[in-house]
């Protein structure tokens, strides 16, 4: 039996009810079984069972006649069912179990159920030990469940209070996204306000460049065109001026002539005593031709010319009267 209560605790740890069994032939052990329904998804896998298969494939017989079965709680109907079939010698166990005891705890199988085999009963070996170590774990357990359900509500309170802000938190960040998209969206637009004004403000300062060339090709134009203009009119003013100087020359020549011929006139006068009238005529106009034809001057310098040339002889001619005057006088 203490080897019993000694595999109780590994059933325990494999998280099951801490029941264990023993079959032992001939004081040798031919079977242990545990109690593994939970772990072996098998509800026929209580402890005395799984002890007679186990008996059963060690000694090859499904038949265990001269067996004894060591169990830590009373059988259940089921279990008792398979010791009266596996013919157990006899079956020794620890703690009465009230609910589904079938040797006297809520009933006895054996006495009742009409078959030719009845099993001799052992009952209450180290019951309170094995009660002790059975309320132990069923305390451990519940403890064990009421802190499962307090660290699932946690759990789920954690998750719902880390559920709203992960959704508060999703929906802010799509926020942000897409006031993120709308500022890109701003600043791109912006960017491209801003290449468009610089271009228009280089296109304008090309205008202002070509208008500005243009105004010093125009100023240049202006003042070439006022440079010509300029130059035409002080070509004509000279050429007034010259034609002023050739007037007054003429004028003077004309004076200078007048006083010629006044002073022919007196002179031919003197000697028109003297001399015939065909001499009167001065040979001035003879001379002044010849000179404007070879020279091929205008009329008014090559008057001029003549009429300066012509002053000597003028006198000459002026003073031959006087000589024949005086010539005549003598
Ligand atoms: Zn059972």
Do not use: W
Not at 33 to 57: F, K, S, W, Y
Not at 158 to 175: S, Y
Not at 208 to 236: F, G, P, R, W, Y
Not at 277 to 297: C, E, F, I, R
């Amino acid at each position: 039996m203490e080897l019993c209560l000694d595999l109780t605790k590994i059933a325990e740890k494999m998280g099951e009810v801490p029941i264990a069994a023993i079959i032992v032939i001939d004081d040798k052990i031919k079977g242990i079984g545990l109690n593994a329904p939970i772990c072996l998804h098998d509800a026929t896998a209580h402890a005395e069972v799984m002890a007679i298969r186990d008996a059963g494939q060690r000694v090859g017989n499904y038949r265990l006649p001269d067996s004894t079965m060591y169990i830590t709680l009373e059988p259940c109907p089921m279990c008792s069912g398979a010791i009266l079939h596996a013919r157990c010698k006899r079956v020794v166990f620890g703690a009465t179990d009230l609910k589904t005891g079938t040797v006297g705890g809520r009933f006895n199988l054996f006495k009742d159920y009409p078959m030719n085999h009845q099993p001799k009963i052992t009952s209450g070996v180290r019951a309170v030990k094995v009660q002790e170590e059975l309320s132990g774990y069923f305390q451990r357990k519940r403890i064990l469940q009421k802190e499962q359900k307090r660290l699932l509500r946690a759990a789920t309170l954690m998750l719902e209070e880390q559920t709203v802000p992960i959704t508060k938190t999703k929906a802010q960040a799509n926020k942000n996204k897409a006031q993120d998209k709308n500022k890109s969206l701003k600043v791109e637009a912006k960017v491209e306000t801003n290449i468009n004004l610089a271009n228009n403000n280089s296109q304008l300062q090309n205008s202002s460049k070509l208008a500005a060339n243009s105004e010093l090709v125009m100023s240049d134009h202006v003042v070439n065109t006022n440079n010509e203009v300029k130059a035409q009119i002080l070509a004509h003013e000279t050429q007034e001026q010259n034609n002023n100087a050739l007037v007054s020359n003429e004028s003077s020549l004309s004076s200078s002539t007048t006083a010629l011929n006044t002073v022919d006139i007196a002179t031919t006068g003197l000697a028109s005593e003297a001399l015939p009238a065909t001499n009167t005529q001065p040979k001035t106009t003879p001379v002044t031709k010849d000179l404007s034809a070879k020279l091929g001057m205008k009329k008014s310098t090559a008057q001029t010319r003549a009429q300066k040339f012509q002053l000597p002889r003028q006198k000459r001619i002026v003073e031959q009267p006087t000589l024949n005057h005086h010539d005549t006088d003598e």
